[in-house]
């Protein structure tokens, strides 16, 4: 287990580069953006396993790629591009829309390391209750994030899940701000058609 | 503004993107419209809901998966690289110029899939093999019956003229056989209304010569029509010119080479016995000939009595090289006079099996 460290994310970079060994380095950039990126690979998935296959690819690329960063973007950008670009690669292969039409009996609505029990204990009812309601609320959102088409859904999320500027959304997806702007807005209205149920 | 224009803003409000006036704007027309102050509550809210999702955290044994993932990679690379990295190495010069001279020749052979029947020992015959045997009309009409006059021409062809390469391709047993067959051939087709027993025996002779190829040129001033308006020097020809070709070849065994010179056309013939062994040449033959004229091939078509006519452009100024090409045409044929056309139009008729 890597501590958190202080160390600005191009001094780390820079550790790396000068040797490609430098694994603490390296680590020290996955437990940063470990959850961040998972968070972004899961809303853009909606599937803990495959968010967690596309989040390890997305640092697999990271390390085999970080030989060739030139710090004309920043790290935080140019990892978010990759694990976007890895997760649109995720939604079209054949594997994951084959397990996707397989496997949505099985998966929980929202998967994490508590899972959501079966029996509810009695004094933790009421709790439980409102957890529940909760769990089944995310599970909607979540639903209806994944109607959306794969550009509004990653401006979607890197906007309002991840709270990236529009600056940085479009260095990231490569559209001009005028084009984040209306995709948003966009994307936005045909959520707020699907949600009304929650919203009103 | 109108709501439509106020609801397009809205998004970017939330956000604090607008410009000062269009924030302005947006505050102000939502004090007074409902439904646009509605339209904003729910998106504000929507946008609070999306944001309130619970972060779902990386398990905890993501970085060393992370890094078991990575070893893998490399292992497999490490492998790939081991099977497919020559022991020897190469200089990067010789490599990429063996490449280049192997990708030359697939892609030469792919767009010229003919190429390979140019230098077919038939095709070759066909072209490089040739003796004029000049005969004058006169011979030919004398003959009685098809037998008689093919012994009468045999004879008079063996004692007044030889063929000079007549056996370049051929071995020399087969020789002798291969020229009978040729006057025989010339009787069988010239005096063909009288009968098909010397066509017969042409075709038993065939059979005896697997070994032997050969090819009739005959240029026609007799055989030109008379009635063709157009024949200009061939319609003055007192003579017949017949040329005979052989060589060695399994695939063409005889054909009979007609021309015909009407101002700027040729028709040249060719009279295989076998329709089956010609028609596997006759495409060859014309790309033979396109190729060594350097001559642009068209309109090549087949009608039903297997007749392939098919045109030559061969440029004015090179019409004497044309004719030198084909050997079995040029020598006896007199030139097209000097024309201001830029090319000549060459029609070229092969005949399959016509007797």
Redesign the interface.
């Known amino acids: 287990m890597v501590n958190e460290t202080s160390e600005p994310d191009g001094e780390l970079i820079k550790r790396f580069q000068q040797s490609k060994q430098n694994t603490p380095a390296f680590d020290a950039l996955i437990t940063r953006y470990k959850n961040r990126i998972f968070h972004l690979c899961y809303r853009f998935l909606g599937n803990y396993e495959e968010a967690n296959d596309s989040a390890q690819e997305t640092f697999v690329k990271v390390y085999r790629a970080l030989d060739t960063f030139r710090f004309e973007s920043s790290f935080s950008t140019w990892i978010y591009r990759i694990a976007v670009n890895t997760c649109k690669n995720k939604l079209v292969s054949a594997e994951y829309r084959m397990r996707r039409r397989t496997s949505s009996i099985d998966t929980p609505l929202e998967t994490s390391e508590n899972d959501c029990p079966l029996e509810i204990a009695d004094e933790k009812a009421q709790t439980g209750r409102g957890e529940l309601e909760k769990k089944e609320k995310s599970a909607v959102i979540q639903a209806a994030i994944e109607t959306l088409p794969e550009e509004q859904r990653s401006i979607v999320i890197l906007r309002d899940i991840q709270g990236l500027s529009y600056e940085e959304i479009s260095q990231i997806t490569g559209f001009n701000l005028g084009t984040v702007k209306s995709k948003l807005a966009r994307a936005r209205c045909a959520l707020k058609e699907k949600l009304q149920r929650i919203i009103s | 503004m109108k709501c439509a224009e106020i609801k397009?803003l809205?998004?970017?409000y939330i956000?604090a993107?607008l410009e000062p006036a269009e924030k302005q704007a947006v505050e102000t027309h939502c004090a007074t419209c409902p439904e646009c102050r509605k339209e904003l509550a729910?998106?504000t809210?929507?946008?609070s809901?999306?944001?309130s999702?619970?972060?779902?955290?990386?398990?905890v044994d993501?970085?060393q998966?992370?890094?078991e993932?990575?070893e893998r990679?490399s292992e497999f690379e490490r492998i790939m690289k081991k099977i497919f990295t020559p022991r020897m190495k190469l200089p990067l010069e010789v490599a990429g110029m063996l490449t280049s001279v192997v990708l030359v020749i697939t892609v030469y052979r792919f767009m010229h899939p003919m190429e390979k029947a140019y230098y077919s020992p038939m095709t070759e015959q066909v072209l490089e093999v040739t003796a004029p045997i000049p005969i004058s009309k006169n011979t030919l009409r004398n003959t009685g019956d098809s037998t008689q006059g093919f012994k009468n021409v045999r004879q008079r062809i063996l004692s007044e003229q030889k063929p000079l390469n007549i056996s370049r391709f051929s071995q020399e047993g087969v020789k002798k056989d291969t020229l009978s067959f040729k006057e025989e051939a010339y009787v069988g087709e010239k005096e063909k209304t009288q009968g098909k027993g010397v066509s017969r025996g042409m075709r038993d002779e065939y059979k005896g010569m697997n070994a032997a190829a050969t090819v009739y040129g005959d240029s026609v001033g007799g055989i030109a029509p008379q009635d063709s308006a157009g024949n200009l020097a061939f319609s003055r020809a007192p003579e017949q010119h017949r040329w005979v070709t052989e060589g060695n070849g399994a695939m063409s065994k005889a054909a009979d080479i007609q021309l015909v010179k009407y101002k700027t056309q040729l028709y040249v013939i060719l009279l295989p016995v076998k329709s089956e062994i010609i028609q596997t040449n006759v495409i060859p033959l014309i790309h033979v000939i396109a190729h060594k004229t350097t001559a642009q091939i068209t309109n090549t078509t087949t009608d039903s009595r297997g007749i392939t006519t098919f045109f030559l452009n061969v440029p004015t100024n090179t019409i004497q090289e044309f004719m030198q090409k084909i050997k079995f045409i040029a020598p006896k044929i007199p030139l097209p006079a000097p024309s201001l056309t830029q090319s000549e139009s060459i029609s070229i008729q092969i005949v399959i099996n016509p007797l």
């Open positions: 397009e809205l998004s970017a956000d993107m729910e998106l809210s929507v946008v809901h999306i944001a999702l619970k972060p779902i955290d990386a398990p993501f970085t998966k992370v890094h993932r990575i990679r």
